[in-house]
């Protein structure tokens, strides 16, 4: 995503931004539903991928190669949207064999569209591997979550996002991904309005520091960035 999008205003907290964007909704326009599938059907015509890929991909390979057990790696993907990111793991031949994975995203059409697009267009192999939830529930267990290209989009406090989070799962993950998050130099998270798809929405830069501090509180420590 370019940075040109951005107006120059920032703002101190979501609200304050929300009240500048008019009735507008991007996430859930199916404007923007249309657009992540033509992205996920890009994706499954490459060939050949650039060098330039989401480090959280070969990291996670690399835990499950060096696991000692033939054990199951069970991973949430919040926020994945219609599963462009688990397309591109097994396009790349990175989907390992142990690994099981859930997408979750809180606008249902997208993970909706892409169960459809999956099931159609994705060997059974790794189908059989893939969930796409509708819900989170108590039942459910993870090895690790995903955050992709999503933690700018978070409103809410980060403390009360990540235990709402934590409290809906069986127990919390041993692992966390980020992926594509903007980072703020100021001492505080800031707010600003982009436009994308012809549509105003509100985006979020965080104080790295800040979230590492919280991810700490947690019980996790930064291993990689």
Not at 6 to 19: P, R, V, Y
Not at 22 to 38: H, M, P, W
Not at 56 to 82: A, E, H, M, R
Not at 183 to 200: L, Q, R
Request: proline content about 0%; overall charge positive.
């Amino acid at each position: 995503m370019s940075f040109k999008i951005f107006k120059k205003k920032i703002f101190n907290s979501f609200k304050e931004a929300e009240k500048n964007l008019g009735n507008q909704n991007i996430y859930f326009s199916k404007d923007y539903l249309s657009r992540n599938l033509i992205k996920l059907k890009k994706i499954n015509k490459i060939k050949k991928f650039h060098e330039y890929e989401y480090t959280f991909i070969k990291f996670l390979y690399s835990i499950l190669l060096n696991q000692n057990t033939k054990k199951t790696f069970n991973l949430l993907d919040y926020g994945g949207g219609i599963g462009n990111i688990i397309l591109e793991i097994i396009k790349k031949k990175y989907f390992h064999k142990q690994l099981k994975v859930s997408i979750f995203d809180n606008n249902y059409n997208l993970v909706k569209e892409g169960k459809k697009f999956f099931e159609k267009k994705v060997d059974r192999k790794y189908l059989k591997n893939i969930k796409f939830l509708k819900h989170l529930s108590k039942k459910q267990n993870y090895d690790a979550i995903h955050f992709g290209s999503m933690m700018e989009y978070i409103s809410e406090d980060d403390d009360n996002f990540f235990s709402s989070i934590f409290s809906k799962i069986k127990k919390k993950p041993t692992h966390i991904f980020f992926s594509d998050i903007y980072i703020s130099k100021n001492n505080k998270d800031f707010f600003v309005i982009g436009k994308y798809y012809k549509k105003n929405f509100v985006v979020r830069f965080r104080n790295i520091k800040k979230l590492i501090k919280l991810m700490n509180s947690f019980g996790y420590k930064i291993i990689d960035k």
